[in-house]
């Protein structure tokens, strides 16, 4: 997905040029992967700029860390005014935000212990990740030759960097094979989720997910819609799914920051129901798209407003 470079990036407590955020190539995180991101969003809502759920992806980027032994030099407050900072400078009103930390330059060798940490925090448009057709009709995915990197491997739960060389690998995988997205399953051969979103199944009026143990990453847009289902008097039942059943489902669908509910038509050349988004889908993306941009009074404690 291509992007519009914006003014201002947040360095280490200070705004800096967009050119200037440049990384040194003997940067540990860029030869072993360790660092963590997030990725928020922020909505044009009612009341003006409104971050979804930014405390949330700030704590899951301190237990990222934490997961990966690194120990953060700013805490949950520091980064979140930082964010509503990086918005403000590039005068966005709605965008994409991407906070990282990883470690440094010092030396050589896998272990980065002592190493400085670098955090940025970058602000830039973003529309939508699988497409407006997509979000409308649905896509078409398949499932992974890859499995999903399991917990004894890596804290699988964390969104860690060299975690998403096991994401990169399958959704090239699936684009290379014509699909728009991936279904990894984990070492036990049960569903675990997308390179960048998680599933959701709907079985005879039933909403299943995988929980958290399957080897995912714990999803806070997947937290939403679990709430919203809830409040709606529908049962979200986290159970493990196996491929088969995947074959049997009524609706499928993907949840993510980027992906938001993007329905799934198709899975491994099989028509998902009557291969378009079905009415489970349809309704909770509607209410999702509504929440999120403050259409819906009570869900606003979700919205964090930049101003
Ligand atoms: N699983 C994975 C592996 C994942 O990367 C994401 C987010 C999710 C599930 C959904 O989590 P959440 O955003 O909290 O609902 N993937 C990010 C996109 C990665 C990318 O850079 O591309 C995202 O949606 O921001």
Request: aromatic share 6%.
């Given at each position: 997905m291509k992007i519009q470079p914006t003014g201002k990036i947040w360095k280490n407590g200070k705004l800096i040029d967009w050119e200037d955020a440049t990384v040194h190539v003997m940067s540990h995180g860029l030869h072993y992967g360790t660092g963590v991101f997030e990725g928020i969003r922020c909505y044009d809502a009612a009341a003006g700029p409104a971050i979804f759920r930014l405390k949330e992806h700030m704590k899951r980027m301190l237990l990222s860390a934490n997961s990966i032994n690194m120990k953060l030099p700013y805490g949950m407050t520091e980064l979140s005014n930082a964010a509503k900072e990086t918005v403000k400078a590039n005068k966005l009103r709605s965008c994409y935000i991407r906070p990282i930390a990883f470690y440094g330059v010092q030396?050589?060798?896998?272990n980065p212990m002592g190493y400085p940490i670098e955090v940025f925090i970058v602000a830039f448009e973003l529309g939508a990740y699988l497409g407006d057709e997509g979000m409308k009709n649905g896509i078409r995915v398949h499932t992974s030759s890859w499995h999903r990197i399991g917990g004894g491997m890596v804290p699988a739960t964390a969104k860690a960097c060299g975690d998403y060389l096991n994401s990169a690998l399958a959704v090239m995988e699936a684009k290379q094979n014509g699909f728009d997205e991936t279904i990894m399953l984990n070492e036990l051969h049960m569903v675990a989720e997308g390179s960048g979103e998680n599933l959701f199944m709907v079985k005879d009026g039933r909403i299943l997910t995988p929980p958290?143990?399957?080897?995912?990453l714990p999803g806070i847009t997947r937290d939403s819609v679990m709430k919203i289902a809830e409040d709606m008097g529908k049962d979200v039942v986290e159970q493990n799914i196996a491929r088969s059943e995947l074959y049997l489902a009524d609706e499928l669908f993907f949840t993510g920051t980027a992906a938001e509910v993007t329905p799934i038509r198709e899975v491994d050349r099989r028509p998902v129901g009557d291969g378009r988004p079905g009415p489970v889908t349809k309704v909770l993306q509607t209410k999702f798209l509504d929440i999120v941009r403050g259409k819906?009074?009570?869900?606003?404690?979700w919205l964090d407003p930049v101003k």
């Open positions: 030396g050589v060798g896998v958290l143990n399957a080897g995912i819906d009074k009570k869900y606003l404690a």
